[in-house]
């Protein structure tokens, strides 16, 4: 089982930045995919961001041209930055890998709060 440790939420004005940080407990060398997840109140989870092992980048087309996915390896973390942000990007924010064949192993991260005030 692959451990996740986000961290990087918190409340921020319409227009400002975050970072958020995913620490992973294995070499994200051995993770296929590395994603970002949020969830607003009564809304289901939506994929935000992922990176492919290759280094190929997704983004939800609401934040495009704002919010950017990373990797660092040689810390084992994932970051997304996020500029500027919008009210309706407020959620609680997680991360995600899928590693093995076939990608079947499945880890989610505790999640971090992002409130964006207007």
């Known amino acids: 089982q692959v451990q996740l440790v986000e961290s990087g939420g918190g409340l921020v004005q319409a227009g400002g930045s975050l970072r958020l940080s995913c620490a992973v407990s294995?070499?994200?060398?051995?993770?296929?995919?590395m994603g970002w997840y949020r969830q607003a109140p009564g809304k289901q989870r939506e994929l935000v961001a992922n990176i492919i092992s290759g280094g190929t980048t997704n983004y939800a087309d609401s934040v495009k041209g704002r919010f950017s996915i990373a990797r660092d390896s040689a810390k084992n973390t994932v970051y997304l930055q996020m500029n500027s942000l919008k009210p309706e990007d407020t959620a609680v924010y997680y991360c995600n890998v899928r590693y093995g064949v076939g990608s079947f192993g499945n880890s989610w991260g505790q999640g971090t709060q992002v409130t964006v005030s207007s």
């Open positions: 294995r070499s994200i060398s051995s993770i296929n995919i």
